[in-house]
T-cell receptor, first 109, second 114 residues
Framework: QKEVEQDPGPLSVPEGAIVSLNCTYS??????FMWYRQYSRKGPELLMY????GNKEDGRFTAQVDKSSKYISLFIRDSQPSDSATYLC?????????FGAGTRLTVKP | DTEVTQTPKHLVMGMTNKKSLKCEQH?????MYWYKQKAKKPPELMFV???????INESVPSRFSPECPNSSLLNLHLHALQPEDSALYLC?????????????FGEGSWLTVV
């Protein structure tokens, strides 16, 4: 079993849709959770950073962490074609950091 | 815009060449990283420097040689690379090494070995 599982997609949605991206993990030591957005041929850009369980909202983006289920989510409201990218979850704890495989998202106009 | 700057953005080198990738950050971060990323894969950690000392070497072949001249700069020296080393090389930094410290990536250097 991989430490972090993320569906690679591809995921295609129409403009304006609500997008849900998810990761599951097995290491209960993970306490810090991040979502990165990576455009084609560019470096990952930090989108959201959360500590422990709970929700965090930033504009159209909401990150959720459920440590009891070892499950994290990123929601994108009113999705735009400019949101088309690969979204990587990442998590750290006990001096270990792991990335998910990344989900490729396409938002169609 | 990212505050981690990498040069060059693209590099093509032969298997006998010696080249270097450079990275610079001015955020006062004391941990700097090199990652390698192949297409459709997540970044893979190569090296970590903490306070200018090599902290982690993830069993990377010796044809990759990191160097941290000061707290703002990180180099990756390349020599006798193989075609399978072609990838996106990402530099990153964080306030300190360890959990809870957010890692910020540069735009990457695309390396092609011919």
């Amino acid at each position: 079993q991989k430490e972090v599982e993320q569906d690679p997609g591809p995921l295609s949605v129409p403009e304006g849709a609500i997008v849900s991206l998810n990761c599951t993990y097995s290491n209960s030591a993970f306490q810090y959770f991040m979502w990165y957005r990576q455009y084609s041929r560019k470096g990952p850009e930090l989108l959201m950073y959360t500590y422990s369980s709970g929700n965090k909202e930033d504009g159209r983006f909401t990150a959720q962490v459920d440590k009891s289920s070892k499950y994290i989510s990123l929601f994108i409201r009113d999705s735009q074609p400019s949101d088309s990218a690969t979204y990587l979850c990442a998590m750290t704890g006990n001096n270990d950091m792991r990335f998910g495989a990344g989900t490729r998202l396409t938002v169609k106009p | 815009d990212t505050e981690v700057t990498q040069t060059p953005k693209h590099l093509v080198m032969g298997m006998t060449n010696k080249k270097s990738l450079k990275c610079e950050q001015h955020m006062g971060h004391r941990a700097m990283y090199w990652y390698k990323q192949k297409a459709k894969k997540p970044p893979e950690l190569m090296f970590v420097y903490s306070y200018e000392k090599l902290s982690i070497n993830e069993s990377v072949p010796s044809r990759f040689s990191p160097e941290c001249p000061n707290s703002s700069l990180l180099n990756l020296h390349l020599h006798a690379l193989q075609p399978e080393d072609s990838a996106l090389y990402l530099c990153a930094s964080s306030f300190a090494q360890g959990s809870g410290n957010t890692i910020y990536f540069g735009e990457g250097s695309w390396l092609t070995v011919v």
